[in-house]
Each structure stands twice: as structure tokens, then as C-alpha cells.
């Protein structure tokens, strides 16, 4: 490794922790105003450090040797540089997403030894593997790992587990299992200089706050009382909660968690951590769909004077036909207009409906949202039946480009849409008045359809409700809270039409809700908005809940090497008030297989401003160069937002073809 220069600047001592800011120089020329280019370095005693970059790195020093605890990104490099360090012996990992990791390659490149947690070697190792599987960009149901997947693999020298010692210069240190923001984390108990810090990646993040909640998407339950990720709403809080049982036994004096502030009470930390937990699980439960699919799983919430009453069915009405996830909406004269076909089965089944009520046309497809098991029989139907499909536009914008997009349960099939309506659009089918909305509810990319005769005021809407109340079990589906947006628009909406009847396409049957329901609803989601904002250390609990507040478009596209790659890095800014934006690309190194071809430094940031509660992108441009192999490539990106560092925070994928535009990849 290189010999990094030696900084004479002493530390300031202060209440046992000694602080030094440091001008990072390979950096300082890269600042813009969403960021100060300055970092800090905390002593903790003669031999340990923390230096609080985008992530908080352990660092234990012997002389001009060190050992680290994460590394963040290449940053570090400069304060190894500035701390006098020569040599990095090794790098543990508390676990493998990339914001923890993604500067450890000029580590390894120095000599640098990886240790990782044994259940994620092949997070670390088998990266391309991972990107390549159809299974972890198509149909997802399944979270663990998610996408801050590393883009580059580093090699693994040992692996740890919990009970494990790792001797190194004047330390000791212990490894915890610490599962729950990833399936495999660790914790290390480092014993220095007579002092006992614990190192726990993003298992908490200060006093009774975590990181994100979208990392804590599980499934759980046994047996039959079972549900996957995809259900699995705080669904690794049990495994979360013995973690931090784990933390706390080991009785450190200092938690220094990956992102967030040093807690010099850990026991108080994790004590409120627990708590208010156990407030926000319960809030979300008290108006939960899933009582009404999986009642097994919430035995010991039934009956609760505070969680709202399940709503008994209502009779199907005479003009409509249920099957598969598909109602069909029958006029007078016998005509058909469907709402969703999510495979083939729906198509046999509504063939069979045509023939049983001697329908003679099909007239209309109407679209939910973006779903697979709503979508995926469009393209047969569409081939079978010659008539539009309408839907509102947020949703028309998934289904016709699915591969500009990642999110749940997305398919790769592309559905026409002949119609893209707009919020409140009327039309008249035959006997039928309909008005079609938007309707942020189970998904960001909903619609809604109010279908009006004689006294029937029928609201389809999609997956967002159930008898037991609203379908906001997977954070990905980017479930806001909020006065005015997500589930509350929703129910405002709900509440100002007056259906008689609300359907659901997995339920066979409508139901309603009261206006003392309706309140209800919309007073838990307010309160929601409050406890899930102690739980998080952001400005509003979207930013930990809504994984995809920052997001590439589009997510994916083909292109030939040599062409230029347009890709808009757009964000959400959930706050109440105007952020700075900043991002950039982190170029693929197998672009640039030899070093005197790679450019010099990182690339240049692209500036904005996100107005309050609003999106802004940041259009940037990739240089593909000429000679890059034909394949696939995860581009992630750097995001500086106001003056929060995130390093490889989205990413895009771009496929490359060769001469002939054929990538040598299956289809989409």
C-alpha cells in the first residue's frame, strides 16, 4: 500500500473524546454547497477512533497500522492518510450493503484482508451472480438481500460468526450475531485501552431510533400462519428485538452505530428502541388488511377495544362477475368490461364467463395498478379481445415501460394502454357513469374506479383495502403517510364519494366502511406519522419508509458501447421545506480495464433543488466508451441531499450490446 502522509495536527481533548476536524484533500475540491467537504475524527481512547464519514468507521491503530470497522467509501483513504496510517491490515464488516463498503476495493488493492459475516460471503463475493438472477429484478416478493447489493465483488479472507475473537494489536474483539437490518449482520465488541465499544452496524441508530424501516421488510410467522417479505411489514422486529437484547447484555460503554450518533447509554438507547417498536407495530396492526388474510398471525391483537372491528362481506351485485383476480362489470345488453387479468387463468376464465352469460362483447379493460398477478395475462387478453385498456396515468407509466422501473412484484411483460386517464376523468359505459382517480393506496401506482347505476355507487379499488382496513404491508410499494397523500388521500377520497359497495380483486366479495371507520383510519394514519417520526432520524418517517425516494429513470435500458446513457436521478423530497440535490455516477471499473484509460477522479457532481413534498431530477449523462464488452453493468450513483452523504445510494442498469445491438443477455 501506498504510504499515506502523516498528519501532525493533535487531537482536542474534550469529556474523554478527543475530536479533529479534517480537510480531506482529495476531496475538498469536489465540495458543493449540499455538503461540507469537512469530516470528523473522534478519539475514544490511545488506540481507538471513529471517524464519522457518510458511515461511522471503526478504526484501531498499532503504530502506522490499522484494523477497521466498515470503511464507507474511497474518503477514507484520506483520513487514513491524514491519521498517519501506512498500512491496513484488515476490514471487518458488519454487513454488505454498499454504502458500508463500496471504498474498500483501494483497500484491497493494498493488501487490505476482508472479513465478513459468514451468512453474507456471497453478498460480498458473488455480486455479479446476484445482479445476473431474473429473480432479483422481475416478480420480486422476496427483499433479503435487497438492492444495496454491492456492484463490484471484493474477495473474502474469513468469514465470522457470533461467539468469534478476533485478536488484533491492543484490542480484543468479540463478534454478536445482530441480525435484522440484514439477514446476516454482526455487531464487534471491541475491548481497547481499558474501554469496551460495540460496533453495530445499522442495528440501531440512536436513542430509540433506527436507520430505515424498509430494511426491516420480513416475512414471519410459522406453519400455516406464515407470510413472506413481501407481507412482512416490521416482519424482522422479533429478530431485531433479540439482537438488540444481544447489544445490551454485552454492557458496552459506547454504541457507535453505521449511521447516526455515538449513544453513551446503550441501555436506554435500546430500551426506547424497543418501546417505541412495539407503539408503531401496534398502530400499523389496529388498521391492517392482513387481519382479514392471515388472521392467525394477529390471534393476540383480536378484540381490541383500540384496533378497528373487521367489516362483514355485502352481497355481490347482480351485473357483476368475480374470478381469479378479475371482477367484470355486465351491462343490460349483455356487453363486458373488466377491471385486471393477472394470467392466463383469468383469460380461460373469463372465456367461460362469455360463453355461460352469453356475453357478446368485450368492451374495456381497466387496469388497477402495475402488479403482476393483476397484469400478467394483459398481453393474451389484449391478443383475444379487441378492445382499449385504460388506466391512470401513474400506473399507465409502469405497465407500458416496466423495465424503466424497480419495485415489487413488477413484471417484464408490457401491457398497450390505449387510454391514459387523468384524476376525476368521467365517461359513460352503457348504463354505467364512470369516473376514474388516482389512488395512492397498496401502491404509489394505483388507480382507482368509481362505477355509478341507479343506486349503486361501486368504488374499485384494486389491493388497497379489505374489510380489516388498509393494504400498506410492503414498504416497497411506497405506502406515504401523510395529510393528503398515500392511505390518507385515499380515505378522503372514499369518504367525499360514498360507495355503496368497495371492491377488492383478491376479495370475492364487497364491503364498506362507516363514517366513524373512515376516521378512525385517517386519525391512526396521522398518529402513524408522528410515531413512526420518533422511530427515524429524518425529517419526515417517508424517507424510512419509501426505499425508492431516491431512484434511477429510467432503471434499466440497452444501449450500444460508444453511445452516450441519459439516466435522471430523481428524488422525493418528503420534507416540509426546499433541499439541495447533488449526484454522480460511480463509472464501472470493467469499463476501463486499463488504468491509464479510467478518468482521473470521481465524476462531477450534477447540482438541483427538490422543492418541498415534491420530486426533482438530476439529469446526468454516462460515457460508455467504445471498446466495453458487451453485457450487463449496475451503475450506482452518489447522492448528497441537503447535508446528508450517501454513497451508492440507487443505482442504474445499463445493458450494452456489441456491433450487432445484441447483448449476448436474455430477454426482458
Not at 491524514?82 to 454498499?98: A, N, P, S
Not at 439477514?183 to 481497547?192: H, I, K, R, W
Request: aromatic residues 10%.
Amino acid at each position: 500500500m501506498q504510504a499515506l502522509r502523516l498528519s501532525r495536527r493533535a487531537f482536542l481533548e474534550g469529556l474523554g473524546l478527543g475530536a479533529l476536524s479534517l480537510a480531506c484533500e482529495g476531496h475538498a475540491a469536489e465540495s458543493v454547497a449540499t455538503t461540507s467537504a469537512r469530516h470528523e475524527v473522534l478519539r475514544l481512547s490511545e488506540h481507538l477512533f471513529v471517524y464519522r464519514g457518510p458511515i461511522n468507521v471503526g478504526l484501531i491503530r498499532s503504530g502506522r497500522r490499522a484494523l477497521l470497522i466498515d470503511c464507507g467509501d474511497e474518503r477514507i483513504v484520506d483520513v487514513l492518510r491524514h491519521q498517519g496510517i501506512e498500512v491496513v491490515d484488515r476490514i471487518l464488516f458488519t454487513h454488505h450493503h454498499r454504502d458500508q463498503a463500496c471504498g474498500a476495493a483501494v483497500l484491497v488493492a493494498g493488501g487490505a484482508a476482508v472479513t465478513v459475516p459468514a451468512a453474507e460471503r456471497d453478498a460480498f463475493e458473488k455480486v455479479a451472480a446476484w445482479w445476473a438472477d431474473p429473480k432479483s429484478r422481475w416478480h420480486l416478493y422476496h427483499f433479503h438481500p435487497h438492492r444495496l447489493m454491492l456492484t463490484e465483488p471484493l474477495p473474502v479472507a474469513q468469514t465470522v460468526a457470533g461467539g468469534d475473537r478476533i485478536p488484533w494489536g491492543p484490542a480484543r474483539i468479540h463478534v454478536l450475531e445482530s441480525p435484522g437490518h440484514t439477514d446476516g449482520s454482526v455487531s464487534y465488541l471491541v475491548e481497547c485501552d481499558a474501554r469496551r465499544v460495540l460496533f453495530c452496524g445499522d442495528v440501531i441508530c440512536d436513542e430509540g431510533r433506527v436507520w430505515d424501516l424498509h430494511s426491516l421488510q420480513k416475512g414471519f410467522g410459522t406453519g400455516r400462519a406464515k407470510v413472506g417479505d413481501y407481507h412482512g411489514f416490521l416482519g424482522a422486529r422479533p429478530v431485531l428485538l433479540e439482537s438488540l437484547r444481544r447489544l445490551r447484555d454485552a454492557r458496552p460503554d459506547l454504541l457507535v452505530p453505521s449511521h447516526g450518533s455515538l449513544m453513551k447509554d446503550p441501555a436506554r438507547a435500546v430500551d426506547m428502541l424497543v418501546d417505541r417498536l412495539a407503539e408503531a407495530y401496534d398502530e400499523y396492526v389496529a388498521i391492517s388488511a392482513l387481519r382479514h388474510y392471515f388472521p392467525a398471525l394477529f390471534v393476540e391483537y383480536a378484540g381490541r377495544p383500540d384496533h378497528m372491528p373487521v367489516r362483514e362481506g355485502l352481497p355481490v351485485p347482480e351485473c357483476l362477475r368475480h374470478f381469479e383476480t378479475t371482477w367484470m362489470i355486465l351491462s343490460r345488453d349483455r356487453a363486458a368490461f373488466v377491471i385486471d387479468c393477472g394470467g392466463p387463468a383469468a383469460v380461460r376464465a373469463l372465456r367461460e364467463a362469455i360463453a355461460r352469460d352469453g356475453i357478446r362483447a368485450v368492451e374495456g379493460l381497466w387496469v388497477t395498478h402495475y402488479h403482476d398477478d393483476h397484469v400478467d395475462g394483459i398481453p393474451e387478453f389484449q391478443a383475444a379481445f379487441d378492445c382499449p385498456c385504460l388506466t391512470d396515468r401513474h400506473v399507465a407509466d409502469v405497465i407500458t415501460r416496466p423495465a424503466a422501473w424497480r419495485l415489487p412484484c413488477l413484471s417484464p411483460r408490457a401491457v398497450r394502454v390505449d387510454r391514459a386517464t387523468t384524476d376525476g376523468q368521467s365517461w359513460d359505459w352503457h348504463e354505467f357513469r364512470m369516473t376514474a382517480y388516482h389512488f395512492p393506496g397498496q401502491t404509489l401506482y394505483h388507480a382507482g374506479l368509481l362505477v355509478e347505476t341507479g343506486e349503486l355507487r361501486m368504488f374499485f379499488a384494486g389491493d388497497s383495502f379489505t374489510p380489516a382496513g388498509i393494504d400498506d404491508y410492503c414498504t416497497g410499494n411506497r405506502n406515504w403517510l401523510g395529510r393528503g397523500v398515500g392511505f390518507d388521500r385515499c380515505l378522503e377520497l372514499l369518504e367525499h364519494l360514498r360507495p355503496t359497495h368497495i371492491f377488492n380483486c383478491h376479495v370475492p366479495y364487497p364491503f364498506d366502511f362507516t363514517p366513524a371507520q373512515y376516521r378512525f383510519m385517517r386519525e391512526n394514519l396521522a398518529r402513524r406519522e408522528r410515531t413512526f417520526g420518533r422511530l427515524v432520524p429524518w425529517d419526515h418517517p417517508n424517507f424510512a419508509m419509501d426505499e425508492s425516494w431516491v431512484r434511477c429513470y429510467p432503471y434499466e435500458q440497452d444501449v450500444r458501447a460508444g453511445d452516450p446513457v441519459e439516466v435522471r436521478v430523481v428524488v422525493t423530497n418528503h420534507a416540509p421545506r426546499p433541499r439541495p440535490l447533488a449526484a454522480r455516477p460511480a463509472l464501472p471499473r470493467a469499463w476501463y480495464p486499463a488504468p491509464a484509460t479510467r478518468p482521473a477522479g470521481p465524476a462531477a457532481w450534477q447540482t438541483a433543488v427538490a422543492p418541498p413534498r415534491a420530486e426533482a431530477a438530476i439529469p446526468i449523462r454516462l460515457p460508455v466508451p467504445p471498446g466495453v464488452a458487451p453485457g450487463q453493468y449496475v451503475v450506482p450513483f452518489d447522492l448528497r441531499f441537503g447535508e446528508i452523504d450517501l454513497p451508492q445510494f440507487a443505482e442504474a442498469i445499463v445493458r450494452i450490446g456489441g456491433p450487432d445491438g445484441s447483448t449476448g443477455l436474455p430477454p426482458h
